[in-house]
T-cell receptor, first 115, second 116 residues
Framework: AQSVAQPEDQVNVAEGNPLTVKCTYSVSGNPYLFWYVQYPNRGLQFLLKYITGDNLVKGSYGFEAEFNKSQTSFHLKKPSALVSDSALYFC?????????????FGGGTRLMVKP | DSGVTQTPKHLITATGQRVTLRCSPR?????VYWYQQSLDQGLQFLIQ???????AKGNILERFSAQQFPDLHSELNLSSLELGDSALYFC???????????????FGPGTRLTVL
């Protein structure tokens, strides 16, 4: 079985400050991890993924994520937040051994960046 | 724009009715996925098709069914609708050469279903 937890329903940060959106996962095999962002009345947009290799993954719009196997975490980060980053962020996982490709999503974290 | 299209954007219907949601994947993508997003259940995987065949099934109700056609577009059929079926239904697609491929999924804009 695969599962994801996003412990914070909302994260508030001031523009220009660094941001972190937390994600922890559980899989029986090796994880494939993804971050998506959802703007109001829009579909989910892919930000970045971790499959294997370097634990620090860089993605779209200046976002990056750090994979930590021992803590089973995949936190999303950005060095300097923009007001336009305000949106709903979803972490997702898939077990490498999963014959299908379906993703299990966390509950989402609303990021609010204040000017 | 992800390249995945979904129609209609909005659908309002009554309990007990049947509706069909349509999805066209990105050009070249062989896999289509359906997800349901609701306030109480979050974002949940329903079903996946790969090149016309069902590959994986999630929390899909028996009243719901899907298919993928030879041109790779997919339809999700929802019948005997209940108030609780009101949700945003997303289609996603990806190119998977092999089972267990690591390619990301690209999501359409969704169909918002309201059951009155």
């Amino acid at each position: 079985a695969q599962s994801v937890a996003q412990p914070e329903d909302q994260v508030n940060v001031a523009e220009g400050n660094p941001l972190t959106v937390k994600c922890t996962y559980s899989v029986s095999g090796n994880p494939y991890l993804f971050w998506y962002v959802q703007y109001p009345n829009r579909g989910l947009q892919f930000l970045l993924k971790y499959i294997t290799g370097d634990n620090l993954v860089k993605g779209s719009y200046g976002f990056e994520a750090e994979f930590n196997k021992s803590q089973t975490s995949f936190h999303l980060k950005k060095p300097s937040a923009l007001v336009s980053d305000s949106a709903l962020y979803f972490c997702a996982v898939r077990d490498e051994d999963n014959a299908g490709n379906m993703l299990t999503f966390g509950g989402g974290t609303r990021l609010m960046v204040k000017p | 724009d992800s390249g995945v299209t979904q129609t209609p954007k909005h659908l309002i219907t009554a309990t007990g009715q049947r509706v069909t949601l349509r999805c066209s994947p990105r050009s070249g993508d062989l896999s289509v996925y359906w997800y349901q997003q609701s306030l109480d259940q979050g974002l949940q995987f329903l079903i996946q098709y790969y090149n016309g065949e069902e590959r994986a099934k999630g929390n899909i109700l028996e009243r719901f069914s899907a298919q993928q056609f030879p041109d790779l577009h997919s339809e999700l059929n929802l019948s005997s609708l209940e108030l609780g079926d009101s949700a945003l239904y997303f289609c996603a697609s990806s190119y998977n050469r092999l089972a267990g491929d690591d390619n990301e999924q690209f999501f359409g804009p969704g169909t918002r279903l309201t059951v009155l």
